[in-house]
């Protein structure tokens, strides 16, 4: 009899035991739930990334028309940049998964000022970055765009080559046309929805820039 209560003892015991051991995990397991599906909320997040490239010159042109959304980016180009004049080459709208990686490439019209014929030549362009919603040592949430790079082969025109062709507009000379690779490469943070500068790219001889401009923000749907 008194062995029996021994062995009652001792298995109770081990039921406390056991019982003890189990229950940090069970509650590390629950309290770590929340987290997991925090983090698959983010990773389904999508962000609009928006891509401007905004032609300068001092040639004489008029300025193009500006999206709103580009008023603070253009008072600072007028304050810090000496270029009389200002026109959008391009706006670009692409959707990507939070830390996910956009690579987009095109074929669009030339990036110069047309200033004859030959100009109209069409230029490679391609944007890629690593997109990640983030937060700054301020702890106030940024958009992340590590590994940006923006590339484009531009024409360039070198010389005449002295072929004569025909068109509407008489007789014409062929010009020789290069094609020349510009772009940047950083790491760049914004906040959400606000544009920035990424960088300004010289386009050869003509004396012409053209400043990247990026900005992002969550999806609407």
């Not at 028309?65 to 253009?74: Q, R």
């Not at 959707?95 to 669009?108: C, K, T």
């Not at 100009?119 to 690593?130: I, K, R």
Request: net charge neutral.
């Amino acid at each position: 009899m008194i062995l029996t209560k021994v062995h009652r003892v001792i298995f109770f015991a081990l039921c406390c035991v056991l019982f003890a051991m189990m229950a940090p995990a069970a509650f590390c397991q629950d309290s770590s739930q929340p987290a997991r599906s925090t983090a698959t909320r983010d990773d389904e997040t999508n962000l609009d990334t928006h891509l401007y490239l905004v032609l300068a010159t001092n040639r004489e042109t008029e300025d193009g028309k500006m999206p709103i959304a580009l008023d603070s980016v253009m008072k600072r180009l007028h304050e810090t940049l000496t270029f009389k004049h200002y026109s959008l080459a391009g706006t670009f709208v692409n959707r990507v998964r939070n830390n996910g990686r956009i690579d987009v490439s095109w074929v669009g019209g030339s990036l110069l000022v047309p200033t004859n014929s030959v100009t109209s030549n069409p230029s490679f362009s391609q944007f890629t970055a690593l997109v990640k919603l983030s937060a700054d040592l301020g702890g106030l949430e940024v958009v992340r765009m590590n590994d940006f790079k923006f590339g484009a082969r531009v024409p360039i025109v070198t010389a005449s080559n002295g072929f004569i062709t025909t068109s509407t507009a008489g007789l014409t000379g062929v010009a020789a046309v290069n094609y020349e690779p510009i772009g940047l490469h950083t790491d760049i943070s914004m906040r959400e929805g606000v544009p920035v500068i990424a960088g300004t790219l010289n386009m050869g001889p003509s004396g012409d820039a053209i400043v990247v401009v990026v900005s992002a923000r969550r999806s609407g749907n």
